[in-house]
């Protein structure tokens, strides 16, 4: 537990001081005089619009005092969320009592970032405390919040629109819990969200096509009930982490997840529905530790590229129907610690893949290999020729044509200077002489060119190039309020690792579990 309160205050430490750049100062330059004067100048304003919010009325004890005007935003908004709890078996929320807010449990304070000198509450974690209930729209006068965790819980029903004012917020944990309705698309208008973590819930429809513009750390969205393609645009996504699996995606494999290669460092799109060949593309994604495409129905070869991924640690297309040969390049990659591609039609591989012990080859049609599929069986699959193009996938678009460089005549020879006309006739006045003609100079480039297109070696059989995606149309459901339901069903053992509270002192985000730590929840 002390762990855990370190982790977050380091967490909350960082996050304000990033924020702390764009949030307003002016307060800072006020004058202690000043701001008595201010403060004495708005209280009665501030009384009467803190004990009202979007037109209900809001008692507050008479007796009670609260240190400044966002002290006691916090404490409507936590008495107005506990009394939507209907069950609190932990008795996680027994001493939100009063006005010290701070000392509530999961409430922890912070120096403000536009006014150091008053205290708000800057995040809340009541993670693993089984508590049933909804989310409160009073958890919108929370202006300064930065993180909320409510992992591990029964809350239900959708995310208020109140939480539009949560301008500030870095880190939002909503798993393993049973939210429901559209994605909540309000989340993607909060500026300073980086890290997004709704799984295990009860989500449906679409995915919107703006989650992957968003300038977001994490997305992880496993373990709903999502129902689309995967948008075209997802290699616009600058996440680490992107966890996708157990919904319904049903469609290709996205050859711009190429795109991502600079910050993608796991990618889990585990039974998902995808439906197409393994895109060549995914061997650009060399910082990649993590890749995890199995339970799908993936055809074709393996592709070479893959063993350009000097960085993967864990390889898994189990359960598809991939066939052809396991490269040796893939096999001796150098951090390649687990690779599993059982369950497949894979008819060769090399001899560094049949050393290794922690390599799964299992049902597959290797002669000589133990335990791998019949021969009528092999015999009947591999007869049949794959054509990747018949999934009518995006291709990659072709590089575009190199625009011819203007071509500019030699100037002309300068000319030597020319000596004044002679005196003209009376007559006739002399013809005013023309200037020397400059050689050429083309202006100075305020930007560097573009780089010229890489000379990439022809592209392998079954490996095809994607056309510019679609614009994407973005559809934002009208708000709904929450919905209030019962919850009373425990919710299943959470799934992040005790690491999860044991990151170093000053990481920003939760650590992020691998692929053996999202195994979906085990059956009640």
């Known amino acids: 537990m002390k762990n855990k309160i370190l982790h977050i205050h380091a967490s909350l430490y960082v996050v304000f001081c990033l924020q702390l750049n764009v949030s307003t100062t002016h307060h800072l330059n006020v004058s202690p005089d000043r701001r008595a004067s201010f403060d004495d100048h708005n209280h009665f304003h501030n009384h009467r619009r803190l004990l009202s919010y979007n037109g209900d009325p809001l008692a507050i004890q008479p007796w009670l005092r609260f240190e400044n005007s966002r002290m006691k ?83 239900c029903g959708t995310i208020p629109q109140s939480f539009l004012n949560l301008k500030l917020l870095f880190e939002i944990d909503l798993s393993n819990n ?111 530790t993590v890749l995890d495409l199995s339970q799908n129905r993936i055809m074709g070869p393996l592709p070479e590229s893959i063993g350009d991924m000097t960085s993967l640690e864990q390889l898994n297309v189990a359960h598809n129907m991939m066939s052809g040969t396991i490269s040796t390049r893939i096999c001796l990659l150098p951090n390649l610690a687990t690779f599993s591609f059982n369950h497949n039609f894979f008819s060769a591989e090399a001899p560094a893949c049949v050393k290794s012990t922690k390599f799964d080859d299992r049902k597959n049609c290797l002669r000589g290999r133990p335990m791998q599929r019949s021969e009528v069986e092999c015999k009947k699959f591999l007869s049949q020729r794959v054509n990747c193009s018949s999934f009518n996938c995006a291709t990659s678009p072709p590089p575009a044509p190199s625009s011819p460089q203007p071509i500019y005549s030699p100037p002309p020879p300068v000319s030597p200077p020319r000596l004044p006309c002679p005196p003209p006739p009376p007559a006739i006045p002399c013809p005013k002489c023309p200037p020397p003609q400059p050689s050429f100079s083309p202006p100075p480039l305020l930007f560097p060119p573009p780089p010229s297109p890489p000379n990439h070696p022809p592209t392998p059989p079954g490996c095809v190039t994607p056309s510019p995606p679609p614009p994407t149309t973005i559809k934002v459901s009208p708000s709904q309020p929450p919905l209030m339901c019962p919850c009373l069903k425990p919710p299943p053992q959470s799934f992040l690792p005790k690491s999860f509270f044991n990151s170093p002192p000053f990481s920003t985000s939760p650590q992020i579990p691998h692929v053996e730590e999202i195994a979906p929840p085990p059956s009640q």
């Open 178 to 288: 049973r939210f429901s309705g559209k994605f909540p698309d309000l989340l993607l208008q909060l500026p300073t969200l980086k890290y997004l973590d709704i799984r295990y819930n009860e989500f449906e429809g679409e995915l919107p096509g703006k989650l992957f513009e968003k300038e977001f750390d994490a997305i992880l969205v496993n373990n709903n009930k999502f129902f689309s393609s995967l948008p075209d645009n997802i290699g616009n996504s600058p996440v680490s982490v992107l966890v996708m699996a157990n919904n319904k995606l049903e469609g290709c494999v996205p050859v711009s997840l190429g795109r991502m290669a600079r910050t993608l460092q796991e990618l889990i799109l585990r039974n998902t529905g995808l439906s197409s060949c393994f895109p060549c593309e995914i061997g650009k994604l060399k910082n990649l």
């Open 73 to 155: 935003n916090a404490y409507i908004a936590l008495q107005s969320w506990k009394e939507s709890m209907i069950s609190d078996p932990k008795n996680v929320t027994a001493n939100w009592v009063g006005s010290d807010v701070c000392n509530y449990t999961g409430v922890f304070c912070w120096p403000a970032p536009d006014d150091p000198f008053q205290r708000t509450v800057s995040g809340i974690d009541i993670t693993h405390g089984d508590i049933a209930g909804h989310l409160s729209h009073e958890l919108g006068l929370l202006y300064d919040i930065a993180l909320f965790h409510v992992n591990s819980n029964r809350f």
